[in-house]
């Protein structure tokens, strides 16, 4: 009895399984439901092969029936598989790893973090002990309004070079750093309260083009969001680092993930490079969940850049884990 209970349960799991699999293929379409299907791949990843296991171990009867659904279950494992292998450390490196042999790495290096610090949290404390702790040189802040900037003030006694833009609406951000910034500009790529920040560090020897995005996401939002409609801030900043002459960085939280449609041809239209692939998924959200987590916050580079260092920082009373990425430019 039970093990028939357990069939059932697992054959309807495992027809989900195939059908959320199969539709999370379809890109040209704007049902937000359907975008976000997208995300969680290595979960499904994960119930594939729970699946597989237990229709193995309940199945009575190897009717075609049977034989179809567990064909289906690889199929869908099969498909998460592809879509995730680059973003292992089977995969090879899209931004190669700096050799311990070059000169000069320490002069030529730039330390970048990531932190959507997220508006309703209020631990002001535990992200300055954390930014104190890992010392980057640029500290990129989003989901910041104007009680957050003023909480994070004495990072100003470090960071000489500042750009902000608060907002209550959860797009506000603010960008700190000890190089000089030039040429700043904010814009606003798709919506009026929604801004971007591009700009020029200088580096003691190098120069250097900065892009802190936030674009919004597909799903229902109180605030500003992409529902039924295309994502064109990502596309439009990948359009403009293809036009620029210098080195790029894009960073932020891009609310989606690397593997997506938009992702993708951000990154063909700038030729840009993930540091992520071929080094690990580093799911910066939810870090309020201890299983439904991606990688939402991204650093993708020109084919200059070299990498040094990347590891995700703690969390800090955020739903967002900081991203810390260490970049040599030759």
């Known amino acids: 009895m039970i093990r028939k209970i357990l069939y059932y349960l697992f054959l309807t799991l495992s027809i989900l399984l195939i059908a959320i699999s199969l539709l999370s293929l379809i890109h040209n379409i704007s049902f937000w439901f359907i975008q976000i299907l997208d995300f969680p791949r290595l979960q499904y990843l994960v ?12 199945i009575r009867r190897w009717n075609w029936g049977n034989r179809l659904l567990v064909g289906g279950i690889i199929i869908a494992i099969t498909i998460q598989m592809f879509i995730i292998f680059p973003y292992t450390k089977f995969s ?6 700096v050799k311990k042999s070059q000169v000069d790495t320490e002069r030529n290096s730039i330390k970048l973090m990531v932190a959507n610090v997220w508006l309703k949290n ?3 404390a535990a992200f300055l002990k954390m930014a104190e702790k890992n010392q980057a040189d640029i500290i990129m802040t989003l989901e910041v309004n104007n009680e957050w900037l003023e909480e994070i003030k004495s990072l100003e006694n470090i960071y000489n070079h500042t750009v902000k833009k608060p907002f209550d609406n959860t797009y506000g951000m603010a960008l700190y750093s000890k190089y000089p910034l030039k040429d700043t500009k904010i814009r606003y790529l798709k919506h009026e309260e929604v801004p971007s920040i591009h700009t020029k560090v200088q580096m003691p020897d190098k120069i250097f083009n900065l ?3 936030h674009p919004v996401p ?18 439009k900043v990948g359009n403009m680092v293809s ?3 210098l080195p790029a960085v894009i960073a932020g939280d891009f609310n989606d993930v690397a593997w997506s449609k938009y992702s993708r041809l951000f ?23 201890g299983i439904m987590r991606w990688p939402l916050d991204h650093v993708y580079v020109t084919s200059e850049f070299e990498v040094m260092e990347v590891k995700r920082l703690e969390e800090f009373g955020s739903d967002h884990f900081p991203l810390f990425v260490k970049l040599y430019l030759p």
Do not use: W
């Open 211 to 213: 892009h802190v995005v």
């Open 218 to 235: 597909p799903k229902p939002s109180e605030h500003p969001d992409n529902v039924g409609e295309k994502e064109i801030a990502l596309v």
């Open 267 to 289: 990154k063909e239209n700038g030729q840009l490079n993930d540091i992520r692939v071929g080094r690990g998924f580093y799911n910066t959200f939810d870090a309020t969940s």
């Open 92 to 97: 090879g490196k899209e931004v190669a790893t």
């Open 47 to 58: 119930v594939g092969f729970i699946c597989l296991a237990a229709m193995i171990a309940t």
């Open 122 to 124: 209020d631990n002001y």
């Open 243 to 245: 036009e620029e002459k």
